[in-house]
């Protein structure tokens, strides 16, 4: 029962980020700039326990996130909407309106 309850519920996880995947072209509806942070978080870890599996030493370590800038085009495409991350050239060379990507793969016109 707990193996079939497991598999249950991986399955509604990978169904859910399923639904949420990116399309990988269409219709650019927004441009989309996530700044580069920087965040930092203490966990503590479990150095001793005892014959009861209780934590009797936790000793705290600091770990530090980078996270670099991102940047995504939320596109839509017929009845599909999603988000694809490109790389700043791209997201600079393109404007809301257009088509993602171009057939040509060039540089938009002047």
């Known amino acids: 029962m707990k193996t079939a309850l497991k598999l249950s519920g991986l399955l509604l996880a990978v169904l ?11 219709t650019i509806t927004e ?17 001793s326990r005892d014959k009861n599996g209780v ?5 705290p370590r600091t770990v530090v996130h980078n ?4 940047y995504s085009f939320s596109l839509t495409n017929g009845e599909k909407d999603g988000w694809v991350y490109v790389d700043l050239a791209t997201y600079i060379d393109y404007e809301v309106g257009d088509y993602y990507p171009r057939e ?3 540089t938009r016109p002047q």
């Open 16 to 26: 859910a980020v399923a639904a949420c995947s990116p399309i990988d072209s269409g």
């Open 31 to 47: 441009k989309n700039h996530r700044p580069a942070y920087t965040w930092t978080e203490t966990v503590y870890d479990c150095y």
């Open 55 to 59: 934590c009797t030493l936790q000793i």
């Open 67 to 70: 996270e670099p800038d991102r």
């Open 104 to 106: 040509d793969k060039g």
